[in-house]
T-cell receptor, first 115, second 111 residues
Framework: GNSVTQMEGPVTLSEEAFLTINCTYT??????LFWYVQYPGEGLQLLLK?????DKGSNKGFEATYRKETTSFHLEKGSVQVSDSAVYFC??????????????FGQGTILTVHP | DAGVTQSPTHLIKTRGQQVTLRCSPK?????VSWYQQALGQGPQFIFQ???????QRGNFPDRFSGHQFPNYSSELNVNALWLGDSALYLC??????????FGPGTRLTVT
């Protein structure tokens, strides 16, 4: 079955540091890939997405590139802010006809940014 | 335009009891998916409703059931609650199988 593996956390950075959160996946076919963010006490918000190989998703300074050859979708940001502190989830959506859009999530990575 | 709404926000139940959680989808959406997020874990897919029918189901026991109404809103029912059912329950709505938008969740505590 499909699976998503994220780097072990938590991640603690100082403001303006560079961020990388690793994500690799196992899936058949050509899934779509997503990063979601969850702030304390809230639901999930879509951060960015990529639907085919070599696509780059970007939003709010965050970027991730769909690498089919390495089955990866690593999240990066050049300069993090305190307000970026949250839990980040990598997810995939099956491309198959019977998947109906079901999302498979990684375990999440807690990011804490200090001033 | 209202997003996905869920009720109640928090709920405390006792082992063996039954619970019903509710979800109203984003305007224009016809599909509702439910996920369980245990503490410190990623969300796990429970099931999805489309055209008032359960279209796909994850690896959850029959104690978990649902319903979708003609206005596309949905309920999640859990019978014979276990301590392990304590989690954040997330509802996501979409237009058919496309991009899902999540609600704020219902925090269920089973004591």
């Amino acid at each position: 079955g499909n699976s998503v593996t994220q780097m072990e956390g938590p991640v603690t950075l100082s403001e303006e540091a560079f961020l990388t959160i690793n994500c690799t996946y196992t899936a058949t076919g050509y899934p779509s890939l997503f990063w979601y963010v969850q702030y304390p006490g809230e639901g999930l918000q879509l951060l960015l997405k990529a639907t085919k190989a070599d696509d780059k998703g970007s939003n709010k300074g965050f970027e991730a590139t769909y690498r089919k050859e390495t089955t990866s979708f690593h999240l990066e940001k050049g300069s993090v802010q305190v307000s970026d502190s949250a839990v980040y989830f990598c997810a995939l959506r099956d491309a198959g006809g019977t998947s109906y859009g079901k999302l498979t999530f990684g375990q999440g990575t807690i990011l804490t940014v200090h001033p | 335009d209202a997003g996905v709404t869920q009720s109640p926000t928090h709920l405390i139940k006792t082992r063996g009891q039954q619970v019903t959680l509710r979800c109203s989808p984003k305007s224009g959406h016809d599909t509702v998916s439910w996920y369980q997020q245990a503490l410190g874990q990623g969300p796990q897919f429970i099931f999805q409703y489309y055209e008032e029918e359960e279209r796909q189901r994850g690896n959850f026991p029959d104690r978990f059931s649902g319903h979708q109404f003609p206005n596309y809103s949905s309920e999640l029912n859990v019978n014979a609650l276990w301590l392990g059912d304590s989690a954040l329950y997330l509802c996501a709505s979409s237009l058919d199988r496309y991009e899902q938008y999540f609600g704020p969740g219902t925090r269920l505590t089973v004591t």
